[in-house]
């Protein structure tokens, strides 16, 4: 079969397309023929990392179940399934031992004809979906959910804040107008605001022209400030996140793409009794109850452009452009 491998060369990493065999399913696994992956920006991350031995990339992916290995009980042959981020991570609190099983990461990714997963590890995907669109759910789906469902609790009249228009930021818009909350989005492109507005944003700011965002937050709520805040930015942008929340008010911490940023006092997460919490992916039994939402409302992941397996260094490239709206896929 082929597939791709992330391989250290001359001191840095390359990404090559390999043959390798076919691999068969252990008791308690599946194998599944992949269709299609999704890029996320921890995979640019991955990608620059010096390593040892070779590593198939890519966390996120869908297919279809080809041959189930002794013992399976939860998915069958024809399934159609996406793999979850943490193969071990089924349900309850996130502990320290899911990280043995990162798919792309700390074992071989999707990103290859022929995947195996864990039965607990491969989730059953909406009806409605591509192949495509489902491969965009595992991680920035499924990170977006536990973000404003399972720890925001979110709820209708709620005003949550999302951060550019990557793939995190756009399933927390979506999913926060499934639940009937306002959505502020912000982005440093003009042509991007016009297609947050298409997507029912009710205001659009850009940072870029109006690098005090925050302030106009509080002007768009009347003085109070957001009930969520989706933080994709990090230390670059927590600082006015934390002025942009109500008091009593949730952020979500997801990302670090703003780079450095201003020193904070943490005193204003006392003061304004902010609930301030580090959001990672989630669990399969998280990945279950999305899928149940998502199939229901009949909502589509918005994907930017995808690409033939044999393109999947411009992929890359093209998310680091940080040109995207949305996902960008792979079709296998």
Request: include cysteine; proline fraction near 5%; charged fraction near 20%.
């Amino acid at each position: 079969m082929k597939a791709y491998e992330l391989r250290n060369e001359s001191g840095t990493t390359a990404l090559a397309i390999v043959e390798r065999p076919r691999p068969s399913p252990s008791p308690g696994e599946v194998l599944v023929r992949m269709r299609a992956a999704s890029l996320n920006y921890r995979d640019i991350l991955i990608s620059k990392i010096p390593r040892s031995a070779p590593l198939v990339p890519l966390c996120d992916g869908a297919g279809e179940v080809v041959e189930a290995g002794p013992g399976v009980t939860r998915v069958k042959v024809g399934d159609r399934v996406a793999g979850t981020y943490f193969q071990d991570w089924v349900s309850g609190p996130l502990g320290p031992n899911v990280f043995r099983t990162v798919l792309g990461q700390t074992i071989d990714g999707v990103l290859a004809e022929y995947v195996t997963f864990k039965e607990h590890g491969a989730v059953q995907i909406p009806a409605h979906l591509s192949f495509e669109e489902a491969a965009t759910l595992p991680c920035a789906g499924l990170t977006a959910w536990q973000a404003l469902i399972t720890e925001g609790h979110i709820k209708a009249g709620d005003t949550v804040v999302v951060m550019g228009t990557g793939g995190v930021s756009i399933f927390a818009l979506q999913f926060a107008l499934l639940c009937g909350a306002r959505v502020i989005a912000t982005t440093g492109s003009d042509s991007k605001m016009e297609r947050l507005r298409a997507l029912s944003a009710s205001a659009v700011i850009n940072y870029k022209t109006n690098p005090e965002w925050d302030k106009q937050v509080l002007e768009l709520t009347g003085g109070t400030g957001a009930d969520h805040v989706v933080e994709v930015g990090g230390a670059g942008t927590l600082p006015r996140s934390l002025r942009a929340v109500r008091h009593g008010g949730f952020i979500s911490l997801i990302g670090v793409l703003g780079g450095a940023g201003e020193k904070f006092s943490p005193g204003s997460i006392i003061l304004k009794g902010i609930r301030l919490q580090g959001i990672f992916v989630g669990s399969t039994e998280m990945f279950e109850d999305m899928n149940r939402a998502v199939a229901t409302a009949g909502m589509r992941p918005v994907i930017d452009r995808t690409y033939q397996f044999e393109e999947a260094s411009k992929a890359l490239a093209f998310l680091e452009s940080g040109k995207h709206f949305g996902k960008v896929c792979i079709r296998v």
